[in-house]
């Protein structure tokens, strides 16, 4: 595996979807949890969607329960929830892990691609997102108290190049 396009992820409507689809976008990754003490930032996360999605850029939702149980729900929850609360308009993604034996293979690439803070691989928390380029390469990964609109000038760019 060279770069996200390798990789497939099934939609959360259980559909396979191979993320070469989303070659030369520029794309946030981030996992996501309903009950989390930032959940709010679907709200920035969609904005940013509406404001650049015309440029080329998507968000990619990942919704994990590893992180304090906060994502319970079935597909069908996360997507309504999702819809109800915060209007996301994005592309969501089946439940997955995103450490450990059993990481979604994309996860475990954006990692070792980005590791975090003093060179850590593990997802700390909920609301890691992964900014990458229009090449497919990992551009930056931020902290989960890295609010959406902070991204919003690293995006533009992105959308540049």
């Excluded at 892990?97 to 593990?122: R, S």
Aim: glycine share 10%; aromatic share 12%.
């Amino acid at each position: 595996m060279t770069g996200i396009y390798d990789f497939q992820a099934d939609s959360l409507s259980g559909n396979p979807v191979d993320l070469a689809k989303y070659q030369g976008k520029v794309l946030l990754i981030v996992n996501t949890a309903s009950q989390c003490g930032f959940t709010p930032q679907y709200k920035g996360l969609e904005e940013l969607h509406k404001q650049f999605a015309a440029r080329g850029f998507e968000v990619l939702g990942f919704p994990c329960n590893q992180f304090g149980q906060q994502e319970p729900g079935n597909a069908s929850d996360i997507s309504a929830f999702c819809e109800r609360n915060y209007g996301v308009s994005f592309p969501m993604f089946s439940k997955i892990d995103v450490n450990g034996d059993n990481a979604h293979p994309l996860y475990k690439y954006l990692k070792q691609a980005a590791p975090g803070l003093l060179g850590t691989q593990g997802i700390k928390w909920n609301f890691t997102k992964f900014l990458i380029g229009k090449d497919g390469s990992v551009h930056e990964r931020y902290a989960p108290t890295t609010k959406p609109e902070e991204l919003a000038s690293d995006i533009e760019k992105l959308l540049a190049v």
